[in-house]
């Protein structure tokens, strides 16, 4: 996991009003650079071999401040750990049951998916449970071969 201190990250961080810290923005480029959807301590392991002195609670902490921020989202775990994505628009994933990897389903794919749930019937479970929907996650669990 290579890190390095993009504009992206401060353009991210400005649109969202948040500080810029060099810790932020390598954890940030670090989610940004890779598909794999890590866990806290995955991205700790990479980021930690350019930032030695960075912990692992900074880490778990500036996860949090993203999620709030819209700038990550933090995928249910496998029972242990959860898994984060820089991507935050609606898409789907999926899970290895044996190896607990997570992969983004093909866009066109799951936008296939995502168009099929009816919007009356996520009105319904808005209107139901008194609950605003923000995000739709979708998480198709089994083996790879």
Known sequence: MTVTMGS???????????????????????????????????LYCGVRKQM?????????NTLEVFCR???AVRLAGDGTSAHYDATVHNHLHTRCEKSGNVRDVPNQLGQ??????????LDQIESNLGFRIRQ???ELLGEYA
């Not at 992206?8 to 932020?24: P, S, V």
């Not at 390598?26 to 598909?35: G, N, S, V």
């Not at 030695?52 to 778990?60: C, D, E, H, K």
Request: proline share 7%; hydrophobic share 40%; aromatic share 4%.
């Open 8 to 42: 992206k990250a401060r353009d991210e961080f400005a649109l969202r009003g948040l500080r810029c810290t060099r810790q932020r923005r390598a954890i940030y480029d670090a989610l940004c650079a890779t598909t794999a959807h890590p866990t806290a301590d995955q």
């Open 52 to 60: 030695p002195g960075i912990s692992l609670a900074t880490v778990y």
């Open 69 to 71: 921020a819209g700038m």
């Open 112 to 121: 296939q998916v995502l168009d099929g749930i009816p919007q009356p019937v």
């Open 136 to 138: 739709v996650q979708v």
